[in-house]
Nanobody, 125 residues
Framework: QTQLVESGGGLVQAGGSLRLSCAASRLTFNINAYNMAWFRQAPGKERELVARIAKFGTLTDYGGSVKGRFTISRDNAKRTVYLQMNSLQPEDTAVYYC????????????????WGQGTQVTVAL
């Protein structure tokens, strides 16, 4: 059963911005207990890590292609994780997934316990 729900995707012109949100689908799922991440998968490509954030928001990490353009954050009071995406380019077009893990320093996708169903981001020229 999906525990995470993403929102905020859509169609945007190159150079534009979008903010994705990830929240728990059920009140009984405490998103604050997890280290969180955003992944993306474009058609015909492997899923890649976009950004991750530690449980208390003190540590963040980014994939090389998005550094300086994307920002991951979390509001534990709202039990929500965000991905602010600026200066979007066509190569950012993908389905974006939110994921949760109890591993302190996950190295593999398989170490993420819960996944959302994804939200489509399309960047047009």
């Amino acid at each position: 059963q999906t525990q995470l729900v993403e929102s905020g995707g859509g169609l945007v012109q190159a150079g534009g911005s979008l903010r994705l949100s990830c929240a728990a689908s059920r009140l009984t799922f405490n998103i604050n207990a997890y280290n969180m991440a955003w992944f993306r998968q474009a058609p015909g490509k492997e899923r890649e890590l976009v950004a991750r954030i530690a449980k208390f928001g003190t540590l963040t990490d980014y994939g090389g292609s998005v550094k300086g353009r994307f920002t991951i954050s979390r509001d534990n009071a709202k039990r929500t994780v965000y991905l602010q995406m600026n200066s979007l380019q066509p190569e950012d077009t993908a389905v974006y997934y939110c994921a949760a893990t109890l591993f302190p320093r996950p190295s593999f996708d398989s170490e993420y316990n819960y996944w959302g169903q994804g939200t489509q981001v399309t960047v047009a020229l």
